[in-house]
């Protein structure tokens, strides 16, 4: 009896042994890579990651200097050419000299290949300003004052369409403070604008997005009842209202 006994204990052993082994087998790999990670972080310097030289330790190894090639800095001969992209040209300009650089001899004629020099610069840019002058006349009959309305499409606020575009784009694809966006229109337009009026014009311009997106959202198509037999898109016929028990038709 003792026997089958103590087989079974010691099986119950080597099953509890081996557990044990899988659990601290996995617990040592877990260990090893913190502690790979933690020898890597202990390796980082100036040289391979992001941290500035001066927190380099003093023992670490400074990056050597690579010794001068002998060659001009810049494009090496053989090296594919590269060249800025010309433009289409708004006008051209025909430049051809009068008289020879040397003799003074008079010149005639047309370079088969003249040589293109090409600028290109931005447009001058002005504000349009328009005033509205609005005449608030009096009836000589009732004495009614009446006002005249602004032409379809005149804002209501100082500023137009396109200069409100212009700070949306500034203040949400660009990322720019209310405050930059004020200097940027003084600077460049001229324009001067209080904070509180870019704001304004941000607010404005997110309700108007956000409107037409809702505009523009699908809407969903309820789901039918499985026992409906009616075809889709068809009314209910209307159902009667209950009557009153006791009550009878007039």
């Keep these: 009896m003792c026997c089958p006994m103590r087989a079974k204990q010691l ?7 081996t557990r044990n082994l899988a659990l601290a087998m996995d617990r040592i790999a877990q260990l090893e890579a913190e502690v790979a990670a933690l020898k890597a ?25 690579k010794e001068p090639s002998g060659l001009k800095p810049g ?27 040397n003799c003074r001899h008079v010149l005639h004629g047309e370079d088969a290949e003249p040589e293109r020099h090409q600028v290109v610069e931005i447009p001058r840019v002005k504000p349009d300003v328009t005033d509205y002058w609005l005449h608030c006349l009096v009836c000589p009959c009732c004495g009614e004052v009446t006002r005249p ?20 784009i500034c203040t949400g694809k660009f990322r720019m403070s209310k405050r930059m966006v004020r200097e940027l229109l003084a600077d460049f337009l001229g324009v001067e604008l209080s904070l509180g009026s870019v704001s304004n014009l941000e607010q404005e311009i997110s309700a108007s997005l956000a409107v037409r997106t809702r505009k523009r959202a699908p809407r969903r198509a309820r789901p039918r009842s499985p026992t409906s037999t ?13 009557v009153a028990p006791g009550s009878g038709s007039p």
């Excluded at 050419?81 to 040209?89: G, Q, S, T, V, Y």
């Excluded at 309305?149 to 949306?168: D, K, N, Q, W, Y």
């Excluded at 009616?230 to 209950?242: H, K, L, V, W």
Aim: glycine share 6%; with cysteine; proline share 20%.
């Design 41 to 65: 972080k202990l390796a980082e310097n100036s040289s391979n990651s992001h941290k500035p030289p001066s927190s380099d330790p003093p023992e670490s190894e400074r990056p050597q200097k």
């Design 230 to 242: 009616r075809p889709a898109g068809s009314r209910a016929p209307p159902t009667a209202a209950p």
């Design 149 to 168: 309305e602004l032409p379809p499409g005149v804002p209501h606020r100082g500023f137009g369409p396109r200069l409100t575009a212009m700070i949306s």
């Design 75 to 101: 494009g090496q001969p053989g090296h594919p050419k590269h060249e800025r992209r010309f433009l289409p040209p708004d006008k051209t300009v025909v430049l051809k000299p009068t008289c020879c650089s």
């Design 11 to 17: 099986q119950q052993l080597a099953e509890r042994l």
